[in-house]
């Protein structure tokens, strides 16, 4: 009997620390969807172009 209430402790907690896991993966997506939008919304084209310099200047100065 105790080495399944041990088991059975186990698995619980594997189970619980997979729940956790699986809302905290779906909260960064949801957050990273919700700045995509946010972004995109206060977004104008020059912004825009300025911002995909910018990322690709930064980019080549860590890949030198």
């Known amino acids: ?3 399944r209430l041990a088991w059975g402790e186990r698995h619980l907690a594997q189970a619980e620390a997979g729940a956790v896991r ?5 909260a960064v997506s949801v957050a990273v969807a919700a700045a ?4 995109a919304k206060q977004m104008t084209g020059a912004g825009a172009a300025a911002t ?3 990322s690709i200047a930064e980019v080549g ?4």
């Open 1 to 3: 009997a105790d080495r």
């Open 22 to 26: 699986e809302v905290r993966e779906k």
């Open 36 to 39: 995509g939008e946010i972004l």
């Open 52 to 54: 995909i310099d910018a």
């Open 61 to 64: 100065a860590k890949l030198h």
